[in-house]
């Protein structure tokens, strides 16, 4: 059972930083989709960032683009996820994603390859 565990959110002021990192445990195979969502009040969950671990083929959503860098270890199998230049618009509770390989082209764009989810860490950037 693929378990994922959240941690690093937190308050922080417009332009500054914090690094989430997401905890994996269950994932047998060393290709696996692995990525961030967030949901902000009101809005519909979107996928930010996303990895696909056999390829180390990645993906930025165009609003983090420039500012979100995806790091993997496989040794520990953890995917952090470091914010920098945060944005009010970047508030929102943030999930730690994954999900196997199915066959198709590899795209770690695709939401729904994302399968198994965390609790979430809220992420909370004020003006």
Request: hydrophobic share 30%.
């Amino acid at each position: 059972q693929v378990q994922l565990v959240e941690s690093g959110g937190g308050s922080v002021q417009a332009g500054g930083a914090l690094r989430l990192s997401c905890a994996a445990s269950g994932v047998t195979s060393s290709s696996y989709y692995m990525g961030w969502f967030r949901q902000g009040s009101g809005k519909e969950r979107e996928l930010v960032a996303g990895i696909f671990t056999g390829g180390c083929i990645a993906y930025y959503a165009d609003p983090v683009k420039g500012r979100f860098t995806l790091s993997r270890s496989s040794a520990k199998n953890t995917l952090d996820l470091q914010m920098n230049s945060l944005k009010p618009e970047d508030t929102a509770m943030y999930y730690c994603a994954a999900g196997p390989p199915s066959f198709g082209p590899i795209e770690p764009s695709s939401a729904t390859n994302y399968q198994h989810w965390g609790q979430g860490t809220q992420v909370t950037v004020s003006s």
